[in-house]
């Protein structure tokens, strides 16, 4: 059975593939260069692979027929991810996407990127997020007409610093992420010979294998992107993320659902505040300290006391400071307020206004986006 269903669905499959290329509109603007050429070497990688596994079918044995539907399987994967990211992206363009290209690519000049910018598409549906092999970063669909959330743009952008790998402008940075991850192990060692009883040994055997299951590919990533963020841009991620936390946010301390993708909220403020304090920003992190302790002491929410032992201050504190050097390493520029960083002049200020006045805040937001759609096109 399992031979016949794989003539006929390769084939199939085979032609999905390239009616999928055929998708590709001929007229992109040159921004979207990069990942059309993306899409089209995976999309052939992917036909490489069905030609042969059409190929092979010399041992018609069950086991052989099994291994044959598992590459069948993860074929698909692949050429799904493909159809709803890339191919999503070039077939689908929305009016937004080349205002916020144009941002990032002002972002990419001001901050000193050290990488291509990412195509922008205003088509995601779980929030911002990066798919760093096809250096296309998604946005929700009216992310465009705002700008309290686009300090977000900046964490996004330091994905691809962390995932790329053999280039060796981007030494200083992982290098710097590898320091940290030391740091994090040693850790979570000392803890594991600290032996908690109070649980029981396997209770708390099973929470330090929690914590380093999330630790090092998930939370550690996270953070370094936070502190790149913080130290290219300043102030507003942190206010940005506070926004996060408020609208969207469980309990800003939670590390008691296994290996989530990213670290509890507030251990993500305490790297941003520490980064600010480090990039000479005091005063600003005071700012944000006195309003996240108001929101705390509002939602009556307080951490456990393993919390701190799995996240202290220390680490916290560590893995700002190697961060900082990483960016620093990269030749990109740190939070500076002269004339050449516009981007990140308007986002702090569209921060500073929304606290000043609140009520008025959206009006002077209307008219700093139709700014920046004027921008844009002249661009």
């Not at 990211?85 to 144009?102: F, P, Q, V």
């Not at 610093?161 to 280039?167: E, K, P, Q, T, Y």
């Not at 606290?355 to 959206?362: D, L, T």
Request: charged share 25%.
């Amino acid at each position: 059975m399992l031979s016949l269903y794989l003539v006929g669905s390769v084939a199939q499959l085979q032609l999905r593939a390239q009616r999928l290329v055929g998708r590709i509109p001929r007229d992109l603007p040159r921004e979207y260069a990069a990942l059309e050429q993306a899409c089209r070497t995976q999309i052939n990688a992917i036909i490489a692979g069905l030609s042969r596994l059409a190929e092979d079918t010399t041992d018609s044995k069950l086991k052989r027929q099994s291994v044959r539907l598992r590459v069948f399987r993860r074929l698909v994967a692949d050429l799904d991810i493909l159809e709803a990211t890339g191919i999503m992206a070039l077939t689908r363009r929305h009016s937004d996407d080349h205002l916020l290209n144009h941002l990032v690519e002002q972002i990419r000049i001001e901050v000193r990127y050290p990488l291509a910018a990412p195509v922008v598409s205003s088509l995601s549906q779980q929030y911002f997020q990066i798919k760093s092999d096809l250096n296309l970063l998604f946005v929700p669909l009216a992310e465009g007409d705002f700008l309290l959330h686009l300090p977000d743009l900046y964490h996004e952008l330091a994905h691809p610093l962390l995932s790329v790998a053999n280039d060796p402008a981007l030494d200083p940075f992982q290098n710097a992420f590898y320091r940290a991850a030391d740091h994090v192990m040693c850790h979570l060692d000392e803890l594991q010979r600290r032996e908690d009883r109070r649980y029981g040994l396997k209770a708390y055997a099973l929470l330090l294998k929690q914590w380093v299951d999330a630790w090092i590919p998930f939370w550690l990533t996270e953070l370094f992107c936070d502190a790149f963020a913080t130290c290219t841009l300043g102030t507003a991620y942190a206010w940005a993320h506070l926004h996060l936390i408020a609208k969207r946010g469980d309990n800003p301390f939670e590390i008691w659902n296994g290996a989530r993708s990213h670290p509890p909220d507030e251990a993500r403020l305490r790297v941003m505040l520490a980064c600010l304090e480090q990039c000479g920003e005091g005063s600003a992190a005071d700012r944000v300290r006195k309003q996240w302790n108001g929101f705390k002491s509002e939602i009556e929410l307080e951490p456990e006391p393993e919390y701190q032992r799995c996240l202290p201050d220390a680490l916290l504190t560590t893995i700002a400071t190697e961060a900082k050097v990483g960016v620093e390493g990269l030749g990109c520029r740190l939070i500076d307020s002269n004339e050449y960083q516009q981007v990140s002049q308007l986002l702090n200020a569209a921060w500073e206004q929304f606290w000043a006045a609140p009520e008025s805040y959206i009006d002077w937001e209307r008219i700093e986006i139709e700014k920046l759609r004027l921008q844009s096109r002249k661009g």
